[in-house]
């Protein structure tokens, strides 16, 4: 993250280690005018960190305000084309030289909430990572002018991301024609409606399977965060590599590749204090370069194997993802690099986000018993319990709709919308000036429970705020569940916005919204302690890994509804 900031900055840092490297020769030496130097280069340092660190938003703002200010001393036009732009915003100063590190450790959502709150800044808050400047918005109006604008359509560089190719796919590509070019065939080929339909009747054979094992073990405690994850995966496997598991039994290739996704998700959601502190990287304290390297080669076997398979078997009726890929000629031709990159990437987004979602929504239907038992009212009427729900049945599930809305809005896979945005050229952000190479943040969580964008925020009302004007299905008038209600001014954008939006929402939405209305039609979900139906049976802490996770996994017992066809 943030190596647009660098522009030089490294320099007075690497005076300080290249000289301190050398420090066994002048002691050896007793060069006393070298020692001198030595100690005249730290004491500058050290001042110059001093004075950078001393401006409102930390050392990284400080320098460049720093560098502006002595320029713009001499250079008069500079300085008008500053007054022009206007102010910069004000934050945390955090800590000299690695400034607010801190904020992005933990639940950074929450942080980053807290510091805007303290320093009055919700509009815009600006803070340093390291060596990177950053702002940060917990306001809905901010977060339009920053998401929408072409001058954030960039993300900002982490060096996991390009340890492990996700550069050459969609969510890290940088701007411009190959990203523009990998979002087409992806919108054509695997999220466009025709594509979604055809893959419906995988997701049914997951969702029966996942009720069929589920409903295996009625009288124990279940966890059910490995059922969904498993699900999950098997499920892009299919649109993806084309490969069909059962979720009841244990396959190597489905266990490599939940391995696989496991690994990069840690080291892609790890804080990397190389991407902020660039005269560290080449340490690579954490070891993340380190892991990456030996990840990559394992992931290139992995789909380079299965793409080998696909040319010498290409598919005729049912085309994979793998097979689009394949016949794709011209200037949308992939490199295979290229297509493993973009293959992996399809396969690491698709999986975790839903499996995450759908906990977080079952344990708000375990909190809420009065939600599921309308829930359940639902579906009775639409569907009835003596067949199994189908995807078509799901337009007509209008509070089933709203309660998976309230779910995103309470808890956000991507709370800090996943991956930030950098912006490429100076600019203007609610009237404060933007250098290029900052970084932008929106805190998509802060937002969601802000009591200036919603009333009553942290109480769970799915009718209350998404059923208004909508009357139930059992009345006969259809509400587009997955349509109305995520706003075009951003008061809920749990996917994003822009150019750079998740391609992935309705294809997301659609097997949430289906696979949780399977299992809610056949189990009714209680909390372990049945005698004990109080919202303290289920604990809703999160985890920030690179999804916002519970943070102690959901366990539930549950009871058959109907027998299952
Ligand atoms: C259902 C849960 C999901 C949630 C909550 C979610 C959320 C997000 C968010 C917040 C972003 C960043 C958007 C921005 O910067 O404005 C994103 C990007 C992305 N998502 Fe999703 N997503 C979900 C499912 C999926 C699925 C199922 C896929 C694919 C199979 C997917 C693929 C992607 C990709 C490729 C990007 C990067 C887009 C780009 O940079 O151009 N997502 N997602």
């Known amino acids: 993250m943030g190596m647009g900031s660098i522009e030089g900055t490294q320099v007075e840092n690497l005076w300080v280690f290249v000289l301190a490297s050398k420090y066994g020769a002048f002691t050896r030496s007793v060069d006393k005018y070298s020692l001198w130097c030595f100690i005249m280069t730290c004491f500058v340092w050290l001042v110059l960190s001093l004075i ?4 409102p938003g930390g050392p990284a703002w400080g320098k460049y305000r720093f560098r502006k200010s002595f320029f713009n001393y001499l250079n008069i036009s500079t300085a008008k084309q500053q007054q022009q732009h206007g102010p910069i915003p004000g934050g945390p100063r955090g800590f000299p ?29 600006a803070f340093s990572l390291g060596e990177t400047r950053v702002i940060a918005t917990c306001n809905p109006d901010v977060a339009k002018e ?9 993300r900002p560089v982490k060096e996991s991301a390009y340890g492990l190719m996700f550069n050459r796919a969609i969510g890290f590509a940088p701007y411009g024609v190959y990203w523009r070019t990998l979002r087409r065939i992806a919108a054509t080929h695997l999220f466009c409606p025709k594509q979604i339909k055809a893959s419906e009747s995988q997701r049914f054979e997951i969702a029966r399977q996942l009720v069929a094992m ?27 590599f084309g490969r069909k598991y059962r979720l009841d039994t244990s396959n190597p290739e489905v266990n490599e590749l939940r391995e696989l996704v496991d690994q990069g998700y840690e080291l892609l959601g790890a804080l990397n204090w190389s991407d902020h502190l660039p005269w560290i990287a080449d340490l690579d304290l954490q070891q993340i370069r380190f892991r990456c390297s030996k990840l ?10 299965i793409i080998a398979e696909h040319r010498a078997q290409p598919g005729q009726l049912n085309r994979d993802f793998v097979d689009v890929l394949l016949s794709l000629r011209g200037p949308d031709k992939l490199s295979e690099p290229d297509m493993i990159a973009v293959l992996w990437e399809m396969i690491f987004r698709g999986t975790d986000t839903v499996a995450v979602l759908m906990e977080w929504i079952l344990a708000r239907i375990v909190v809420h018993g009065e939600v599921q038992s309308r829930v359940h009212e639902e579906l009775d009427k639409v569907v009835g319990r003596s067949r199994a729900v189908t995807e078509g049945d799901t337009a007509m599930l209008v509070y089933l709709g709203a309660v998976v809305k309230e779910v995103l809005r309470l808890h956000p896979p991507g709370p800090l919308l996943s991956w930030s945005r950098l912006a490429i050229t100076d600019t203007t952000v609610d009237g404060y000036h933007v250098p290029v190479g900052t970084t932008a943040l929106v805190d998509m969580w802060a937002i969601m429970r802000d009591p200036d964008v919603w009333s009553d925020p942290l109480a769970f009302k799915p009718a209350e705020r998404f059923m208004m004007g909508a009357t139930s299905a059992a009345s006969g008038d259809q509400f587009e569940a997955k349509g109305p209600g995520f706003f075009s001014d951003l008061r809920l954008a749990p996917f994003g916005s822009g150019r750079r939006t998740c391609p992935g929402k309705t294809l997301g939405l659609n097997t949430v919204i289906f696979w949780i209305a399977s299992l809610l039609h056949e189990f009714e979900w209680l909390p372990v302690n049945q005698r004990t139906r109080s919202s303290t049976v289920v604990d809703l802490s999160e985890v920030l890994r690179l999804s916002c996770e519970m943070a102690n996994a959901l366990t539930v017992r549950i009871r058959a509804r109907r027998t299952p066809s």
């Open 52 to 55: 950078y660190w001393a401006y």
């Open 97 to 125: 030289v690695i400034g607010s590190m801190n904020l992005m450790c933990g639940l950074a959502h929450h942080q980053i909430a807290a510091a805007a709150d303290k320093f009055n800044a919700k509009r815009l808050l």
């Open 214 to 240: 589920l409903g295996a073990s009625p009288t124990r405690d279940i966890r059910v965060r490995e059922a969904l994850k498993h699900a999950s995966l098997n499920n892009m496997m299919c649109s993806v």
């Open 146 to 154: 920053i998401l929408n604008s072409s001058v954030f359509a960039d």
């Open 296 to 305: 990559l080669p394992k992931v290139n076997r992995f789909v380079s194997r």
